[in-house]
Structure formats: structure tokens, C-alpha cells
């Protein structure tokens, strides 16, 4: 426990120490700040709308495919006690920065901070979560349940607030069914049920994908001139 909040509190104090990046409000930039690896502005190098929006989108997918993925290997290593433990973990709140980021160009840079807050809250939660869970502290587990819910609940109304195209009860159905398949997720794994770890997964994933394209379509729905045709 002391090694994950360690690790957390180390990235939290990297990241406010000014190594995040400000964006301008571009569609190219936006394509950029949400593809931290391959993706990039040259993705969409015809110019054409539909080439800007499938580069969004893909970007934006790859995003919160990062986020179930480094989720899946912190909760197999938290479960394991394997050293990669805080490695994993590292690279998990690194992805909510990724996350924040993403929408800088849109909703500025005080936005975007705060989707990164809300987002590590919530793995850090998770991370109380998966411990207490293992070592069967049913008390703190039930109270950290109710924190993470509640805090699924507060990423939702930020999302429902910045854009109308985010409808708050479509939000919090997408954080609650996030939260629901990532928490079967981690009871499979813990109590060696494998097949069903293998299934929770699946959900996990696909509903991420899902929601990862529902926020792409709002944020071009709601900013059609940045993903205009470029002359």
C-alpha cells in the first residue's frame, strides 16, 4: 500500500511541477494532444474533414484503450505483489494527464487540469479499492466503493457540464457501466476465476471503446469548425 501511494503522489507531484504542456485550439493540435504515441497532426495530412474526424476519434479510442489496458496490468499486479506494481501504476496516472490534455484545446487548460484531478482520484480510489479488497478489510473496502461511485459521479457532471452533446444521464450510465465491468473485472482476477476475468475484460474494453467514441462525437459535434477542411 505505502509503495502505490508513493508512486501516485510521485507522478501527482511530476505532473504539477509544470511538465504539462499548454495546446492551442487547432484541429491538428487537438489530434496531437490526444495521441501521446503514433498519432499525430500528419494523420491527417489530406486536409479533409472525415480525415481530421477518424484521426480524432482514433486518437481518442487509443487514449482510453491506454486507460483499461494500464488499469488491467496495476489491478494483476496490485493482486500478484509483482514488483512492476508501481511501474504500471506510474504509467496508469500518466494516461489521465494524457486524458486531460486532450481536451485543452477545446476547454481550455483549467479544464483539462480538472478532468486530470477527477480521473486520478479515480485511480487512486481503485488502487484503495484492489488493497482493501485483498486483504479483506470489509469496512474500508464498502467505503472506498462508495468514493469511487461518487466520484464516477463528479467526472459525469464535469463531462455533462462542458458540452450539451454529453447529456449528464448518458455520462453517468457510461462512468457507472465503466466502474461496474472494471470492478468484475478485478473480482475475477482476485478470486482466480479466470474465464470470467477473461470476459470481464472483454466488457471492460468494449465498452470503452464505446464511450471514447461517444466523447469524440460530442467534442466534433460541438467544434465542427475545428475539424473543417483545411485549404
Do not use: C
Not at 63 to 87: K, N, Y
Not at 105 to 130: C, K, M, N, S, W
Not at 153 to 170: G, K, T, V
Amino acid at each position: 500500500m505505502k509503495s502505490f501511494l508513493s508512486a501516485g503522489v510521485l507522478v501527482i507531484a511530476l505532473a504539477t511541477a509544470g511538465l504539462l504542456t499548454s495546446m492551442t485550439s487547432t484541429a491538428e493540435t487537438a489530434v496531437a494532444a490526444s495521441a501521446p504515441h503514433h498519432l499525430s497532426a500528419a494523420t491527417v495530412s489530406d486536409n479533409s474533414n472525415i480525415a481530421k474526424q477518424y484521426a480524432f476519434r482514433a486518437a481518442m479510442r487509443e487514449l482510453w484503450e491506454d486507460h483499461v489496458v494500464w488499469t488491467r496490468q496495476v489491478i494483476v499486479a496490485i493482486i500478484a505483489s509483482t514488483p512492476d506494481t508501481d511501474a504500471a501504476l506510474t504509467r496508469l496516472l500518466r494516461n489521465q494527464a494524457d486524458i486531460g490534455n486532450a481536451i485543452k484545446p477545446f476547454y481550455g487548460d483549467a479544464a483539462g487540469e480538472q478532468l486530470t484531478t477527477l480521473l486520478r482520484e479515480h485511480i487512486v480510489i481503485a488502487g484503495t479499492l484492489l488493497t482493501t479488497a485483498k486483504s479483506g478489510d470489509t469496512d474500508a473496502f464498502a467505503a472506498a466503493k462508495t468514493e469511487w461511485y461518487r466520484n464516477g459521479d463528479d467526472i459525469a457532471h464535469f463531462l455533462a457540464s462542458a458540452n450539451p452533446h454529453w447529456p449528464l444521464a448518458e455520462m453517468q450510465a457510461a462512468m457507472t457501466a465503466h466502474l461496474d465491468t472494471t470492478l468484475a473485472e478485478a473480482v475475477a482476477r482476485l478470486t482466480g476465476d479466470w474465464n470470467a476475468d477473461v470476459v470481464a475484460y472483454d466488457a471492460v474494453h468494449q465498452h470503452i471503446l464505446h464511450m471514447a467514441d461517444a466523447l469524440s462525437d460530442g467534442i466534433i459535434a460541438q467544434f465542427p469548425a475545428a475539424f473543417a477542411r483545411s485549404n
